[in-house]
């Protein structure tokens, strides 16, 4: 099974393997089968993946999010501000994850081993089981680069690495938390024009919000670059949304995003309607691969989507059943 979710050639292979997906999920993920149960769902009737509901994302604060028993290979927990719970998300078997997160880059920017891959992610780097580290660390060593490497708070020495990379027109790849990369904009103006720039969100809890227009602005002042990309992952899932700029978001062919209304979260929203963002990520083989985010987004030609930042604790309409189980 796992093999076969890399290898989709249309939409109806995607289609089946989801719903094959589902059968298994619905029967062996018993927060998920506990879901369908309360909302009155056969899962036999389920004959389309538009009939499929999708889990709740806050469920992974409070249950394990596991299909049948097993030791987990490893752990991926979400940021949470000071008092707040995170997620916690039961990995059975790390090399699916390499290999969407390593078939995905290779997918939107080409081989690792072409780029000098530095990585900006203080706060991440800070704490236990964050799988944006995990997937850099990965990516870094892939890149078989020496001077591919983490930064943490040592901007003057990232300053450095840049200056030295464009001297000698290094193609090089720069990922970053929004907040650090913004710091390091507002205290450091360089000149790379062919530097690619991919930020990863992370402003919460960090003064004043910004949009991403205004803070692909700024980075692209400070850079000296034409566009800023953007990775959109979390740790409740094993694939990757990937943009090259302007905001618009491309998933690789084992993840499909849906919109959702937010008054009714069992309706989807055609293209250009502004809604909650539910994701199916095949690669969750073996926790869940439908998931209902807290995100707002906007879908738009294909399967493009749009970012429009957090639903607020009003606009959230999403049946979480489960929660006080």
């Known amino acids: 099974m796992k093999e076969s979710i890399f290898a989709l050639n249309n939409e109806t292979d995607f289609d089946q393997r989801a719903l094959e997906i589902f059968r298994i999920q619905s029967r062996d993920c018993a927060p998920y ?3 369908l ?6 899962p036999s009737q389920i004959t389309s993946i538009s009939q499929i509901p999708f889990l709740p ?3 992974f604060k409070s249950r394990d999010i596991v299909c049948g028993n097993f030791i987990p290979e490893k752990i991926f927990t979400s940021s949470s501000t000071t008092g707040t719970t995170p997620s916690r998300h039961q990995i059975k078997d790390l090399s699916i994850y390499r290999k969407s997160f390593s078939d995905c880059f290779r997918l939107f920017y ?6 000098t891959i530095l990585a900006l992610l203080p706060s991440y780097l800070e ?3 964050s799988s944006l580290v995990y ?6 060593k892939e890149s078989k680069n020496s001077n591919s490497g983490f930064y943490l708070y040592n901007y003057q020495e990232l300053y450095s690495a840049l200056c030295n990379l464009c001297e000698r027109d290094k193609k090089t790849l720069l990922i970053g938390v929004s907040f650090a990369l913004l710091d390091f904009a507002e205290m450091y103006q360089t000149d790379f024009p062919s530097l690619v720039i991919i930020e990863t969100g992370g402003m919460k809890g960090r003064g004043r919000e910004i949009s991403r227009d205004e803070l692909h602005s700024k980075l692209k002042k400070a850079f000296g670059v034409e566009t800023i990309g953007s990775e959109y992952g979390m740790a409740e899932l094993l694939s990757q949304a990937w943009s090259y700029g302007d905001g618009i978001f491309m998933t690789p062919p084992w993840m499909r995003v849906v919109i959702r209304d937010l008054n009714n979260p069992f309706k989807t929203l055609e293209s250009g309607k502004r809604g909650g963002i539910n994701i199916i990520d095949l690669a969750n083989i ?8 807290e995100d707002m987004g906007i879908k738009e030609a294909g399967n493009t989507f749009r970012v429009l930042g957090r639903i607020k604790n009003s606009e959230l309409r999403g049946c979480n059943l ?3 189980n």
């Open 127 to 129: 704490r236990e089981g």
């Open 110 to 115: 080409g081989d690792p081993k072409e780029f």
């Open 286 to 293: 073996d926790s869940c691969s439908f998931i209902e985010t």
């Open 33 to 35: 089968s506990e879901y």
């Open 37 to 42: 149960s309360v909302l009155g769902i056969d």
């Open 57 to 59: 994302v806050t469920l």
């Open 322 to 324: 489960l929660l006080d």
């Open 135 to 140: 997937m850099a660390d990965h990516l870094i």
